[in-house]
């Protein structure tokens, strides 16, 4: 167990130990320095992709949220078969290699590009982007309809609510956690994703790790020591205060 | 207003940006530049053999040495106490939330014939060995980056194994190793095939891995599938023939998977 530990944290470590090197030697630590982090604020490519990279991911989570939440509600109301055809569509991008959704959707814009004035950039990665993320959305708001009482959908009707306000009234509080635990997915996927990206950025509009991957291929550069510290202590605080959330939660529950 | 006319917005989403799009991949593989029908390209397919098996090979290996500690790590991590659980998982699952390319990079570091290890190695006399640029580096970075696909799939069945069965199995007489093939691995099937299809269709289908860390003599399926996109070598209507394929062999693999798993799907 340890050493499965000791095998995840070494790289980890080591990127974090050597961002406060001063040379850029990759073996020998000679001297305490913060000159890469300063390196890393004032490098314009890293910080105009980061923002990039954060407005597509809340841009196609909060859509991809939207439609898939309406999505889920319509193929619940579905017959058997077109509900299970429509599910195994929804399935295929999480399924299928991701290069391979990467690849199709190239495609499908190069055909465009080459018909209309589209052009691969910003709006090509958002529509990517929502693509593989309503799936996820999809997988985590369905569960909830099954656990819910058809009927007390209907019973709101009989008291006397409109059929809408008796989905927000009714269904909508039910759904709730999955379309949260959806959004949330579809967010960090956003963020993370490299390969879709990769295939439909063109070069006007880059995410960071699409920066990261240009910065790998180039010399050694420390800067991507220093960006990895900053993300992994940005993990360890979100998943600290996700774990504070979850637990105070359930103590309320248990009380 | 019926309810299932909300998912028409997601209907047409789907059919235009899911379906379609792997439609043209199935069209882009059987048709020349002409537009007219031809199987050229997917025969043209066999000519990258090599890379296809060796892509098959360090997926299957990296696949397997992700089961062979997984197991182990998902199985302590299902008998600890409830409460610390949780932590133990998060701690385990921590490094999956840094983006792969910052973790193989890592390991850039670490194996590099400058890096850390050759260092270490070189003060006790040894080395310096090639590390980085060969397939181990390839199979170490799949099994770095994909462990965890391993893990939490093998413990979320584990989890629900009740305590009673081993005692029950110790009863009646099963050593620990009987106990181990006998009740555990049967009991956490579903984990089993779920972990491996989630290790190995990345791995197969990677193509940063095998350029960072395996330079440039070690190309795998999807490193071949950027060439033809995005490389020198543009040549869409082969880099279709060749996802095509790569679609039918995961396609394959998963039907197998699924043969050992009668109960259950094989989920994502």
């Known amino acids: 167990m340890s050493l499965v ?14 961002s406060f090197n001063e040379t850029k030697s990759r073996s020998v630590f000679s001297g305490f320095t913060l000159d890469w982090y300063v390196r890393l604020f004032n490098n314009r490519i890293i910080i105009s992709s980061l923002i990039n990279t954060i407005i597509i991911a809340c841009l196609a989570s909060v859509i991809s949220t939207v439609l898939g939440t309406l999505a889920a509600i319509g193929i619940n109301n579905m ?10 569509v929804t399935n295929m991008p999480i399924i299928n290699p991701e290069i391979v ?42 569960p909830k309809f099954n656990q819910m009482n058809p009927h007390i959908y209907e019973a709101a009707q009989d008291l006397g609510c409109s059929p809408f306000k008796a989905f927000r009234k009714v269904v909508l509080p039910e759904i709730m956690p999955g379309v949260v635990s959806g959004f949330l997915m579809s967010f960090t996927y956003s963020l993370d994703d490299f390969v879709i990206s990769y295939f439909t950025s063109g070069s006007t509009s880059q995410t960071l790790p699409i920066t990261i991957y240009s910065m790998t291929r180039r010399k050694v550069s420390p800067e991507i020591n220093a960006l990895s510290t900053l993300i992994f202590i940005a993990v360890v605080i979100v998943l600290i205060v996700k774990n504070a ?11 | 207003m019926k309810l299932k006319y909300f998912s028409a917005p997601y209907l047409v989403w789907m059919i235009v940006f899911i379906l379609v799009p792997l439609l043209m991949i199935a069209y882009f593989a059987f048709t020349g530049d002409d537009g007219g029908f031809t199987v050229k390209y997917i025969s043209d397919v066999g000519q990258y053999a090599n890379i296809f098996v060796r892509s098959i090979w360090l997926s299957l290996i990296a696949t397997a040495i992700c089961l062979v500690i997984a ?47 050759n260092y270490i190695l070189g003060l006790v006399g040894l080395g310096p060995y090639k590390l980085i640029n060969t397939s181990a580096a390839v199979v170490l970075g799949m099994v ?53 299809t989630m290790v190995f269709v990345p791995a197969i289908s990677t193509f940063i891995i095998s350029r960072m860390l395996g330079g440039g003599s070690n190309l795998l399926i999807g490193d071949l599938i950027e060439m033809q996109f995005l490389g020198n070598a543009y040549n869409p209507h082969l880099g279709a023939a060749i996802s095509f394929v790569l679609m039918v062999i995961i396609l394959v693999i998963m039907t197998i998977m699924n043969q050992f798993d009668p109960d259950e799907q094989v989920l994502m």
């Open chain 1, 5 to 18: 530990l000791f095998f995840l944290y070494i790289p980890i470590f080591v990127l974090i130990v050597f």
């Open chain 1, 101 to 142: 959704t990467g690849v199709s959707l190239m495609l499908l814009f190069v055909f465009f590009a080459a018909r209309m004035n589209l052009e691969f950039g910003f709006a090509t990665l958002l529509i990517a982007h929502i693509t593989f993320d309503v799936p996820y959305v999809i997988l985590n708001v369905m």
């Open chain 2, 71 to 117: 197991y182990p790590v998902a199985f302590i991590l299902s008998r600890m106490e409830k409460h610390k659980q949780g932590t133990m998982l998060m701690i385990v699952m921590l490094p999956m939330w840094m983006n792969f390319l910052l973790r193989t990079y890592a390991w850039m570091t670490l194996l590099g014939n400058n890096g850390i290890i």
């Open chain 2, 144 to 196: 770095y980056n994909y462990l965890p696909f391993m893990i939490l799939p093998l413990y979320s069945v584990m989890e629900k194994i009740d305590k009673s069965m081993f005692e029950a199995a110790d009863d009646l007489g099963c050593s620990s190793v009987q106990t181990l093939f006998r009740v555990i691995v049967p009991l956490s099937m579903p984990g089993i095939t779920s972990g491996i």
């Open chain 1, 245 to 255: 959330i979850e637990s105070r939660s359930q103590k309320r529950r248990e009380a």
């Open chain 1, 79 to 88: 017959k058997k078969i077109p509900k299970a055809v429509v599910m195994n």
